[in-house]
């Protein structure tokens, strides 16, 4: 039963990547072109999951029913199940104390931020093989391998093949009841910020953070392994680097910067690893100065640097309006399925463009110029998972959150000594050392940094394969 419960997870783990191609190509064959994703293509990966807990909640039984397993080690409740289960029943009492909370709401809500929390909750229950870990690292770089040379490539392809695929022909737009657009473009240029497979570019972004960490603790192994293996590492090293830039995604960057920190403080003697940051860091900045100079439209984006700024701060006026909360669904991608769909432009751009879609909301700066029948009912969308949590479940919850996050990553940092990797015997022989819980830590905190700016968790790909790899780091029946 492990094995097989196992294996379906590495194919949920493979698949994810692929989510919003597959339902997109698949809306589109069977609906034809210009309907949103169906939702019972879209449910396929939930759908998997639900086998993934039933076989991990017959493993809990049987074990117990054999007695191999002491009912105590599985359903002892430490301080990580206690913010999960705080949290989710502050999550639903507010549904029944705040009136202008839907149905609708409270499902997406509970969707986004629960679902990937209750499998954690389960899977943590069950022991997983050091084969699985391996093999998962593995499934997961090649997948990224694919992922990320297919989104550089989209850089050039024409807007008629995103069509025959299925996805919108406006680019940079989400339309609620329309396509998925196959492309952001940075405002005011013609520049397209890379997405591949998935739904967004920051959604790519800040999945492409798993396989890096991936990837940066293997090379930093690459000294145990052959030529050809160290240069295949490189090769996927850059392609990946290449892809997560074109994402133009900021929040991402700075993860996968803070990633690269942790690790060179691991690997490299003290003082080299200072001079070192010290010199990436000056000359970081200094393009960063040119980059913004020479093209402001690329690097600054004004609108959606402010939008980073206003939003967080409105998100905060919200939690101050409502410290218990406004509810499941009240923020966030939930709130953005539920609400109009808005786009908010520069001032002095010309919005005349949006008259092709006369239900769009259009805002030039604070001022709204289509519709002009309606006052636009927009999404509150905080900038950050964070804050999106505060304005759903309150102070409490928003403090129950950031100390969530905050032990799973100290937890992580115990067990991520690289020096204290497990060996695991491949076919020819060889052993090879891979450091589960190092790369575990890097990635999770490079996804919990980018939250800081982003709805860092809102992709099923990031939120399902980080939480599936913590619960594996975190298997309280492995020690049995």
Not at 122 to 136: K, N, P, T, Y
Not at 241 to 266: D, E, N, P, Q, Y
Not at 295 to 324: D, G
Request: with cysteine.
């Amino acid at each position: 039963m492990q094995r097989f419960r196992e294996q379906l997870t590495l194919v949920l783990i493979a698949l994810l990547p692929f989510h919003a191609l597959l339902v997109t190509v698949g809306t589109k064959f069977l609906l034809g072109p210009g309907h949103a994703p169906m939702p019972a293509l879209a449910i396929w990966k939930e759908i998997l999951l639900g086998p993934i807990l039933l076989f991990s909640s017959g493993e809990i039984f049987m074990r117990v029913k054999s007695e191999k397993l002491k009912v105590k080690n599985i359903f002892l409740i430490d301080l990580i199940d206690v913010f999960i289960l705080i949290l989710i029943g502050i999550g639903i009492t507010l549904f029944f104390y705040r009136p202008w909370m839907t149905t609708t709401g409270l499902v997406l809500g509970f969707k986004y931020d629960f679902i990937p929390l209750i499998a954690f909750l389960v899977l943590r229950r069950v022991q997983w093989s050091d084969q699985f870990r391996a093999r998962a690292e593995g499934a997961l770089l090649w997948v990224a391998g694919i992922v990320a040379l297919y989104g550089i490539l989209t850089v050039f392809a024409p807007k008629g093949y995103f069509r025959l695929l299925g996805y919108s022909d406006a680019h940079s737009l989400y339309l609620p009841n329309g396509p998925l657009a196959a492309f952001q473009q940075i405002s005011g240029s013609a520049i397209r910020r890379v997405q591949s497979t998935f739904s967004g570019p920051n959604q790519f972004g800040i999945w492409l953070l798993i396989p890096l960490s991936i990837l940066a603790t293997r090379i930093f192994q690459s000294k145990k392994f052959k030529k050809h293996e160290s240069r295949i590492l490189m090769m996927f090293g850059v392609c990946l680097i290449v892809a997560l830039m074109l994402t133009f995604s900021r929040s991402a960057w700075i993860g996968a910067f803070v990633i690269a920190a942790v690790v060179g403080s691991k690997h490299l003697p003290r003082r080299v690893f200072r001079d070192a940051l010290i010199g990436i860091v000056s000359i970081l900045a200094i393009a960063g100065v040119a980059a913004s100079l020479i093209a402001p439209s690329v690097f600054l984006r004004a609108t959606s640097t402010r939008e980073h700024i206003v939003r967080p701060l409105k998100a905060i006026h919200e939690m101050i309006r409502y410290p218990l909360g406004m509810g499941l669904g009240a923020a966030g991608p939930a709130a953005n399925r539920t609400h109009e769909p808005c786009v908010f432009l520069e001032p002095g751009n010309d919005p005349s463009w949006a008259k092709n879609a006369p239900t769009l909301c259009v805002f030039v700066g604070q001022t709204q110029v289509q519709p002009a029948n309606h006052h636009c009912d927009c999404a509150l969308l905080p900038e950050s998972w964070y804050l999106q949590v505060g304005v759903e479940m309150g102070v409490l919850g928003f403090l129950l959150y950031i100390c969530l996050v905050g032990v799973v990553l100290s937890r992580l940092a115990v067990k991520s000594d690289p020096s204290s990797g497990s060996g695991l015997k491949v076919k020819n022989g060889e052993t090879r050392t891979f450091h589960f819980s190092f790369f575990t830590f890097l990635f999770f905190l490079g996804i919990s940094i980018a939250a800081l700016f982003l709805h860092a968790w809102e992709d099923a790909a990031v939120a399902y394969t980080a939480w599936v790899f913590v619960a594996s780091n975190f298997s309280k029946s492995s020690s049995v």
